[in-house]
């Protein structure tokens, strides 16, 4: 089955149970976080403890063992998951036990106890909710947080109603929770050891940290004599007085909660009595509390990623599922899909290339679009894009690809070791950009018939449903070389940036960018210059991105050294020079562009709110419109200078509010993903085709924004600085 074929259905059978989930999570997350008016500063606190933390690793685990040790625990650190496996199994041989109660346990799932132990014809029971009905089903989690977020309640009743064929079909969700409320309190009475994860462990106390939607996990600890509890040794943080920020964000950032149901700190064993449920006459009191526990942590990579600069961060993560929840794609296909053997979402990608390796990586990297909405999701401040980009990077360099010499030497990229031919040809779009408007028209109309939409398709997995981008003969910067400024006494000067898109395709806009800001009284040039990188980028090249940073900065340094601002009108490459630049320059240029550059809005704001005269601007009066930001125009805090502006000028503007439009940059184009690119976009479509926003026309920042919403809708949609100027 192709990954088209494999996405398709997946979609098909879990999309919509998906879709309707995350976005609640997603939504529920906006709504909390809203509330807590310290929600930076505790993400930057949790994110220093963790750094701290990670740095510390050694010394704190021989801390946390002496105090497990010293409460009466014991420790064994494993170094991967058959090391594991083979201790717990010794663990439950020895206290002869025929069944094994779980509570919901990420690193039960990737060290696959489960199995071990069910080999050894024991009875391994979930007690999670979620987990159970996984277990019932035989399938595997698609969520971090809530494992089977893919099933509706019709299909766990006809799941139930199969298996278990009570007297009553079972219906409702009371009906369903109160079944297996029932079916899972018989088994985890009859159960001698209890196996629980770990949100964190405090290694001045032993203290551990269970934080979860139900109680199963107290019941677990109480009512088996042997606790096991698995977690990787990334879950230590110094002390219990750290655990604050993360307690106060992991529920808000996960499910939306302002703080999850149940938070239980033990620190093991725990010294309540082990109650005997078939004495239903001896007091609690009675009963003795000696308890056996036993904390079983983890490597299974995670040393290693603590040594790799670039995967270490993925060490910091604190499973919450916010990455998930805010990315457009998961929400489409959810973690069966974009997921490796255990971990699934954005952050996945870090975690499957450190456990598993690269391969296992590589199925599900390219979902990952680089649309950075799950940045600000995350509460310890992970730069997911970054990891994922990285990982693509490295799936490049190791793989084998044995075209590489149709492209090596047609295209001036860096990479010494090819990256995929789809991905050489997206990562120089400059170089298709500028054949394409030295030869137009010729070119557009040679790139669009059947035979090079075949050719296209065949070589390329270009999709031949996507119309393919029209290029312009004459370029913004030759435009702009023709003609004198029409400021005499310019307030400001400033360079228009000409990105690829807007130097040869919607080269309109950059000519309504010059224009608006001449109205503002801005001298506004426009020269040559290397496209940003951001195509290089998006494929994992990164060596070919680092060359495009360092020209484009060589270029622009002299007009900033000038007393220039840089304007920029491709959101996307803004947040390039804003964010990923920092990865790819040294710190002084990259410190120089930061604070002189702005998005083309961003500064007809600034310029407007600081006086200018915009009586030259197109004004309307109450024209209604409908404006969808770009995602990373979003994740800036920008979208609102845009809204402003527009509404300054007249305009009556509602906004969409889906995390994606769904093509981001050549995402769309690719013929494995168009149905999950499109799955997207009809999220967007449904809010502008509702009946109070059809008839407006219809405005958005982003090049991909632009392309995706003229495949989705009749209306031709336009840039907004093209609404400023006639």
Request: hydrophobic letters at 35%; glycine letters at 6%.
């Amino acid at each position: 089955m192709s990954k088209a074929d494999e996405l398709r259905e997946v979609m098909r059978t879990e999309g919509a149970a998906i879709a309707e989930n995350t976005q609640a999570f997603n939504e529920g997350r906006y709504d909390s976080v809203a509330d807590l008016e310290d929600y930076e500063e505790l993400k930057s606190e949790a994110r220093a403890i963790k750094e701290d933390a990670i740095e510390r690793l050694p010394e704190l685990l021989d801390e946390l063992t002496e105090a497990v040790e010293e409460n009466g625990g014991t420790v064994y650190l494993a170094d991967d998951a058959a090391d594991a496996n083979d201790y717990i199994r010794n663990v439950v041989a020895d206290r002869d036990a025929n069944r094994v109660v779980k509570s919901k346990s990420m690193t039960s799932e990737e060290i696959e106890v489960n199995e071990a132990l069910e080999a050894d014809d024991v009875d391994v029971v979930e007690t999670d909710l979620g987990e159970w009905v996984l277990q019932v089903a035989d399938e595997a989690p698609s969520h971090i947080v809530a494992p089977a977020i893919h099933k509706s309640r019709e299909a766990i009743a006809e799941l139930f109603n199969e298996v278990f064929e009570p007297e009553e079909p079972l219906e409702t969700a009371q009906e369903l929770t109160h079944f297996a409320r029932e079916k899972l309190g018989e088994q985890i009475v009859d159960a001698e050891v209890g196996i629980t994860g770990a949100n964190f462990l405090a290694a001045d106390t032993g203290t551990m940290a269970l934080v979860t939607s139900e109680g199963n996990a107290r019941k677990t600890v109480a009512a088996t004599d042997t606790q096991i509890t698995v977690a990787g040794v990334e879950k230590i943080v110094p002390s219990v007085g750290d655990l604050d920020p993360f307690i106060e964000l992991i529920g808000r950032s996960g499910t939306g909660q302002d703080i999850t149901s149940y938070v239980s700190l033990l620190t093991p064993p725990v010294d309540t009595p082990v109650v005997d449920f078939e004495d239903d006459e001896t007091p609690l009191s009675e009963f003795d509390s000696d308890r056996d526990f036993h904390l079983v942590l983890i490597d299974n990579g995670r040393m290693a990623m603590r040594e790799d600069d670039q995967l270490r961060e993925t060490l910091y993560c604190i499973r919450c599922s916010a990455c998930s929840n805010s990315c457009a794609n998961f929400q489409s296909v959810g973690g069966h899909a974009f997921g490796g053997e255990t971990y699934s979402g954005g952050i996945a990608t870090g975690w499957e290339t450190g456990i598993e390796g690269l391969d296992v990586a590589e199925e599900f990297n390219d979902l990952c679009t680089g649309c950075t909405r799950c940045v600000n999701a995350c509460p310890v401040e992970i730069d997911i894009p970054w990891i994922n980009t990285v990982v693509r990077d490295r799936i490049n360099r190791e793989g084998e690809h044995p075209a590489d010499w149709l492209v090596d030497g047609l295209v001036p990229d860096e990479e010494d070791e090819g990256a995929p031919l789809q991905k050489r040809f997206f990562g120089n779009f400059e170089t298709v950009a500028k054949l394409g408007s030295a030869t137009a028209p010729l070119s557009n109309w040679l790139a669009d018939t059947s035979t090079s939409r075949w050719a296209m398709s065949s070589a390329l997995d270009i999709d031949p449903r996507r119309d393919l981008p029209t290029f312009e003969r004459e370029t913004l910067v030759e435009w702009a070389g023709k003609r004198d400024s029409t400021v005499s006494d310019p307030e400001r000067r400033a360079v228009l940036y000409p990105d690829l898109y807007t130097n040869h395709v919607q080269v309109d806009r950059g000519k309504a960018a010059v224009r608006a800001l001449e109205a503002l009284g801005v001298d506004v040039v426009v020269p040559e210059a290397p496209s940003s990188g951001r195509a290089p980028l998006s494929q994992g090249m990164v060596a070919t991105a680092q060359d495009h940073a360092e020209r484009v900065t060589d270029t622009l340094a002299p007009h900033i050294e000038d007393g220039r601002d840089i304007v920029v009108v491709e959101p996307s490459d803004h947040a390039l020079f804003q964010r990923e630049y920092e990865k790819l320059l040294d710190s002084a240029a990259f410190t120089d562009l930061v604070e002189n550059s702005y998005e083309v809005l961003e500064y007809v704001y600034g310029l407007l709110d600081n006086g200018a005269d915009g009586s030259a601007l197109t004004t309307a009066d109450g024209d209604e419109i409908a404006y969808h930001s770009h995602c990373q125009q979003r994740t800036l805090g920008l979208e609102a200078h845009t809204v402003a502006v527009l509404e300054e000028r007249g305009y009556d503007v509602v906004t969409s509010n889906v995390e994606c439009c769904g093509m981001a940059g050549s995402f769309g184009y690719k013929g494995d993903y168009y149905e999950v690119s499109m799955d997207v976009g009809d999220r967007l479509r449904e809010q502008l085709q509702a009946e109070d926003v059809r008839d407006r026309p219809v405005v958005a920042s982003g090049t991909s924004c632009l392309e995706q919403i003229d495949s989705l809708l009749e209306r031709q949609p336009r840039h907004p600085v093209e609404l400023l100027v006639d």
